[in-house]
């Protein structure tokens, strides 16, 4: 730990570990490796290729001979199959991977329809109205995605109809089991399955059934490069482990075949509605910022639908008017969630409970801003400014809709589990869950969770730690070094952009800049620094010699590049 005392944002500042020797003069990227070191050797670190994922055989996954052996004999006989997902942007790329494989792998016409729930109809998940579309169409083969491993009651209903069920998923908490009556469950997770990657999200457990699938096809290396395009948007926006060479590949990878085209109408016209420029590299905090919430929106405030429907366009006139639409739900989207949030923030009892719910009345139609597709983002929020678990609900009736958003040593799933008995369903991640509840009960929920969050505190908990790759001082900052630095991305989840503590920081003409004067901007020797948001604390504060928490990277300006410091954080300097 760098110092005990907390910094100005209130947060605590500690140095990754050393987990290998470091040579000495050793450059930044080699530091930053020597810290957070990937499974594998450098050089496959920094350069993935292809073959990391085609190299990993889908058929090691339990479950995936069979679901083969089934999807090979429906498409030779022409069977009725359906593709049923979950509404959030893992859900729909893993819905059109399907479809794609599914179609390219059919030796002739295939009768494959597609299913998303309708979030406010149906709810999260694979229900028994799925089925009943299913059984009322004649459908005689199932496949889901993000959806199915714990929807015991559905897959069973399906078998007792007829109707098998292959289930692609992720979600399967410790000591869960996974339907008895799907065909096949493809989920990494589950017991028995000899997968390497247990991290993949739902849309990279579609892409190896298309790998499986697509094994003796003429064209199979460019169709799973496509596919890395779907797969790369759903990885980032699911927001799984970027520390393994596999997840890792199909972001890099995916990200190199969006930023290179071309595209399909439906794809060019959701990355133009998002703000990114053909032929310019495409990085993966802008799927994750851009690309994603646009999907995310079509599921939240209307129907995800509306993403299958473009991303199958081949109209360019028509991509762009649904591309468009997207957009502007993403703006009503942005809109409620402001207003949730202040309203939110607003009913967090005082002091703050160890674990935040909050609730109100729900409504579609606009009255108010408390709609089910919000609050999960504003979960989120809540969560990044107390660090603490937030849950917010949603109230209709005589029932609530809630998300959770959970901070590290806080498992989300094994909270709502320990009020089990209060819920009526629920399922998620450690670190997102969701759930459904009786108006009557969230009072007593509230107080459980509280209590079992509580019980969890070591003192430290609730107070949000950072963990630099390296303390430099300000007369090392080098732009050659800072350069490299770009080799360690895509940036996620487990592969966070690289933190450093500038120390003896004396700022140079420092100004207030951007609307209300928000972010601050000031000189460190030569270096350009710029802090977002800063805290009305921070201007006087870079008076004196401070050590600063900071993100390097690079500004380009008519062909002249530049060495960046975006501000995180300040602490007075140690000695001072």
């Not at 429907?309 to 969630?337: G, H, K, T, V």
Request: glycine share 8%; net charge negative; aromatic share 4%.
């Amino acid at each position: 730990m760098i110092a005990d005392e907390l910094s100005l944002g209130g947060r605590r500042w500690g140095l990754r570990a050393p987990i290998r020797p470091l040579a000495p003069g050793a450059r930044l990227v080699e530091r930053c490796l020597a810290v957070r070191p990937p499974p594998v050797d450098d050089a496959a670190w920094l350069r993935p290729t292809l073959a990391h994922i085609t190299a990993a055989d889908p058929l090691q996954m339990r479950g995936m001979a069979r679901a083969l052996e089934r999807l090979r004999g429906a498409l030779e006989r022409g069977e009725r199959v359906l593709v049923v997902t979950d509404y959030d942007v893992d859900g729909t790329t893993s819905s059109l991977i399907l479809q794609h494989a599914l179609r390219l792998a059919a030796p002739g016409p295939v009768d494959l329809r597609w299913h998303i729930p309708d979030r406010f109809d149906e709810g999260y998940g694979f229900t028994m109205s799925a089925v009943e579309r299913a059984r009322r169409e004649g459908v005689q083969l199932i496949v889901t995605a993000d959806i199915g491993v714990r929807d015991h009651g559905p897959v069973a209903a399906a078998a007792a109809a007829g109707i098998d069920v292959i289930v692609c998923d992720h979600h399967l908490p410790d000591g869960e089991s996974v339907p008895e009556a799907a065909l096949a469950v493809l989920c990494p997770p589950q017991q028995g399955c000899a997968y390497p990657n247990k991290a993949l999200a739902a849309c990279g457990v579609s892409l190896k059934l298309a790998q499986a699938l697509l094994a003796d096809h003429p064209r199979r290396e460019q169709v799973l490069r496509s596919f890395l395009k779907l797969a790369a948007i759903g990885t980032v926006a699911d927001m799984v482990p970027l520390d393994n060479l596999e997840n890792r590949a199909i972001v890099a990878l995916g990200l190199a075949e969006l930023s290179r085209g071309p595209h399909q109408p439906g794809l060019a016209a959701l990355l133009e509605a998002s703000g990114l420029k053909a032929g310019e590299p495409i990085e993966a905090w802008q799927l994750g910022f851009h690309v994603g919430p646009r999907i995310n929106a079509a599921g939240r405030l209307e129907h995800a639908g509306l993403v299958v429907e473009l991303l199958n366009e081949r109209d360019p006139a028509a991509a762009r008017e649904r591309a468009e639409r997207l957009s502007a739900l993403n703006r009503d989207r942005q809109a409620l969630q402001h207003e949730a949030e202040r309203e939110a923030l607003a009913a967090v009892p005082s002091p703050t409970p160890a674990f935040v719910v909050v609730s109100g009345e729900e409504s579609l139609s606009g009255e108010t801003p408390w709609h089910r597709g919000v609050v999960g983002i504003v979960a989120g929020k809540l969560k990044d400014q107390l660090h603490r678990p937030v849950a917010v609900v949603a109230l209709s009736g005589d029932r609530g809709r809630g998300s959770v958003r959970s901070i590290p040593g806080v498992h989300a799933v094994q909270g709502l589990e320990a009020a089990r008995d209060l819920l009526l369903r629920f399922g998620g991640h450690p670190f997102a869950a969701g759930f459904e509840v009786l108006r009557a009960d969230l009072p007593a929920l509230s107080a459980r969770l509280d209590a079992w969050a509580a019980a969890l505190d070591d003192g430290d908990l609730f107070v949000p730690q950072d963990l630099a790759d390296a303390a430099l001082s300000p007369e090392a900052l080098d732009l050659s070094a800072v350069e490299e630095l770009a080799q360690l991305g895509p940036f996620g989840k487990g592969n966070e952009e690289p933190l450093f503590v500038l120390r003896g920081v004396l700022a140079q003409d420092v100004r207030r800049m951007g609307r209300d004067d928000a972010h601050l901007r000031f000189l460190i020797g030569r270096a350009k620094a710029v802090w977002f948001r800063a805290p009305p604390e921070a201007e006087p504060a870079l008076r004196e010699r401070v050590d600063l928490l900071v993100q390097l990277g690079v500004d380009t300006w008519q062909g002249r590049r530049s060495l960046s410091v975006k501000v995180q954080d300040l602490r007075l300097a140690q000695g001072a």
